[in-house]
């Protein structure tokens, strides 16, 4: 069978692979089924899933064993669970195996128990979410802080809840499909504006005053954009929102604490602190527990994030283990321990990125804790994604929906914790499969859908 652990002959094996079919299609061809069985109409994308995964080219739903530390045990849940480079996994700073967070988690769960029981806007605020709530809003120099269970729930709660159908959201192409839908789901008035483009902000902008002076804009950006590893000019797409009334909202769930002067992301590298309209973020990824958080410097939106934004309302609260991980998080970023942390984060980055290049690979973007290497085609990505993993170098191959068709790409997401050997040995892997990947593409399975 081709995903056993046996040596990958693209000559030979890809014609087979190519064949099966499981390097064909793409998720967008299974979006909307027809039928009136709700619980079986998606029989086929069911068995395109199943199809994938018999031929090892299926990356989703593994299986982690154990801690996300830089090795780690992924099972796949069919094979034998393997031990290898784990590259999949968010804890930039490596915090989640930091003996501070696990004595922080432990003191919680003895004071105030494992579960919140209640939503904030009830019962569900304790003493740890409190003092969470106070330090956010010192780090980030804004006075109004909402959490909220998920960093999903926070960008698609601050977009319902402030947004209404007769306002306007403006939002970059790429931005992450949380922001996405919630602008969606408040509003039809919905513009895509060109990725990082301030000047087709702008002209966007000017287009919507000239025939509507009375209702609000809201303009939607990233700090750090997951799957492209760039940033946008925050200062100036701050002057151009306040230019003409709008109100601009940052994402920071990739950078914040894992870059920039104390932690502060783009946000603190681009002196923004404070001067940001909204700001919300995720702690899943630098500090080492699920949730999220929306922050401002106007307490009537405050009010409005609390009492419409579902996720935040009709949702329990973070448990008092979370938030105390996030708080002891948090101290660790804001100390000297975190900017040695975020040095040693970079300086994987820079040298990873560096290694792929000679490899003569494209990495996309600049320098952070996300290394997106192009791939182009899904087949690519698929088989690269499928040799690394033999070689137990766990990545993240991306597709539709998360990237563009055609655009597919490997996302590696590193630690602070990897260490020099580790890094090394995953850009040489890397550098071979996508060889072999493209050669085998170019010769055998042609280009993917799309």
């Known amino acids: 069978m081709l995903n056993e652990t046996v040596p990958f002959d693209p000559a030979q094996d890809l014609p087979l692979l190519s064949a099966s079919g499981a390097l064909d299609g793409n998720v967008a061809q299974f979006a909307q089924p027809r039928g009136p069985d709700l619980l079986r109409r998606g029989a086929a994308l069911d068995a395109w899933c199943a199809l994938r995964a018999r031929h090892g080219v299926w990356p989703c739903a593994r299986v982690l064993e154990g801690p996300p530390e830089p090795r780690a045990t992924v099972g796949d849940g069919g094979a034998a669970a393997a031990r290898g480079i784990n590259f999949a996994s968010q804890d930039y700073l ?11 988690a ?12 209640g939503s904030a806007v009830l019962l569900g605020n304790t003493r740890y979410s409190l003092q969470l709530e106070q330090a956010l809003a010192e780090l980030l120099g ?3 802080v909402v959490l909220f ?12 809840a402030l947004v209404h159908g007769a306002d306007y959201v403006v939002i970059d192409q790429l931005a992450n499909a949380s922001l996405r839908q919630g602008a969606a789901a408040a509003t039809r008035n919905v513009l895509a504006h060109r990725h990082l483009d301030c000047d087709h902000v702008r002209e966007l902008l000017a287009g919507i005053r000239a025939r509507d002076s009375a209702n609000a804009i809201l303009v939607v950006t990233e700090g750090l954009f997951s799957m492209d590893a760039d940033s946008p000019d925050l200062p100036l797409l701050q002057h151009v929102c306040r230019e003409y009334g709008a109100t601009l909202l940052v994402d920071v769930a990739h950078d914040l604490g894992a870059m920039g002067p104390g932690g502060l992301g783009v946000i603190g590298a681009q002196r923004m602190q404070g001067r940001i309209d909204v700001v919300l973020g995720a702690f899943s990824r630098t500090f080492a527990a699920n949730g999220g958080f929306v922050a401002c410097a106007e307490r009537p939106a405050r009010r409005q994030l609390q009492l419409y934004a579902g996720p935040h309302m009709f949702s329990d609260a ?13 101290r660790i970023v804001a100390s000297s321990e975190g900017d040695g942390l975020r040095a040693d984060l970079m300086r994987n980055a820079v040298e ?3 290694l792929l290049a000679e490899c003569g690979l494209r990495c ?24 690394l993993a033999r070689d137990a170098v766990f990545v993240n191959p991306v597709e539709y929906p998360g990237a563009p068709l055609g655009a597919a790409r490997l996302r590696l ?38």
């Open 364 to 387: 996309l973007g600049e320098p952070s804790p996300i290394v997106p290497v192009w791939m182009g085609t899904e087949a690519a990505a698929r088989i690269a994604g499928m040799l």
């Open 149 to 160: 269970p998920t960093g999903w729930a926070a960008a698609f709660g601050a977009i319902t």
């Open 352 to 354: 990873l990125r560096a």
């Open 106 to 117: 432990l003191r919680a769960l003895g004071e105030a128990g494992p579960h919140s029981a």
């Open 94 to 104: 490596s915090l989640a195996a930091h003996p501070a967070i696990a004595d922080a």
């Open 142 to 144: 804004l006075s109004q």
């Open 318 to 330: 973070l448990s008092p283990v979370q938030a105390a991980v996030v708080l002891e998080s948090l």
């Open 413 to 450: 997401q590193l630690m602070a914790n990897h260490t020099p050997a580790q890094v090394r040995r995953a850009a040489r892997l890397l550098g071979a499969a996508a060889t072999r990947a493209g050669a085998g593409v170019g010769a055998g399975a042609g280009p993917g859908p799309g």
